[in-house]
């Protein structure tokens, strides 16, 4: 009886310390700035980010781990009051394409909005990305800043985001060579307190070679 009690115990709390993603069924360990030791060969970033905010810390996932797949929090069009748009892009990290274990990063994430489902590259890992920005709205304006997101995959398949329509994207980044995307640092306006928010302004996302063996 008290044995089969503990056993409940341990699973509920096994269950609440992991993220369940009703459709993969798979474990999410938030890797946080654990690994942030971790060597990364190069930083991808674009030229069209906004002016709003500062860069936050990074967030690396562990050694033989890259990004395959992303979500980003997204507050919805609120006709009238305050957009944000693009709060946060949360990645996810694999190891030879597993995706029964993930980690995820996401450095600093704002406060509004929901996630959206996970999209995944169908092989090979997250290699560049495009970002979408509106630009600035002046002194009176809502700014919003970064509205989507765009990746492109080692296999080649693009991802677009499922973000806002503000704005234009921007030329891509770099490509990542020989391994993929490992890391995310946003640029983040921190919460103006009932003035306009516009919440991330920017992303960069840390690339990671293969060892040779
Ligand atoms: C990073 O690279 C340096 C130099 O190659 C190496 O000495 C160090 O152990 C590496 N760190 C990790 C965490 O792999
Ligand atoms: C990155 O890779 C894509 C697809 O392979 C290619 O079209 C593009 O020219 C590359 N970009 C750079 C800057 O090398």
Not at 17 to 42: P, W
Not at 53 to 60: C, H, K, P, T
Not at 157 to 177: F, H, I, K, Q, V
Request: proline residues 3%.
């Amino acid at each position: 009886m008290t044995l089969v009690y503990v056993t409940f115990l341990c699973l509920v709390a096994l269950v609440s310390s992991a993220e369940l993603d009703a459709k993969d069924q798979s474990r999410v360990i938030r890797a946080g700035t654990r690994f942030t030791m971790r060597n990364y060969t190069s930083i991808l970033s674009v030229p069209n980010g906004e002016q709003f905010g500062i860069w936050m810390w990074s967030e690396l996932c562990p050694e033989n781990f890259y990004a395959t797949g992303f979500s980003l929090r997204i507050e919805p069009n609120q006709y009238g009051s305050d957009d944000t748009a693009l709060n946060g892009i949360r990645l996810y990290c694999v190891q030879n394409e597993d995706r029964r274990f993930l980690y995820s990063v996401e450095s600093h994430t704002g406060h509004f909005g929901e996630w959206t489902e996970p999209q995944w590259c169908p092989s090979g890992t997250l290699s560049s990305f495009q970002l979408r920005v509106e630009p600035h709205q002046g002194i009176f304006g809502d700014d919003t800043a970064a509205n989507n997101i765009r990746f492109r995959c080692s296999s080649n398949p693009t991802l677009e985001g499922r973000g806002l329509a503000w704005g234009e994207y921007g030329e891509w980044s770099s490509n990542c060579s020989n391994g993929g995307i490992c890391g995310i640092q946003t640029k983040m306006e921190l919460y103006q307190g009932g003035l306009d928010d516009s919440s991330l302004n920017d992303v960069r996302f840390h690339c990671c070679t293969h060892k040779q063996k």
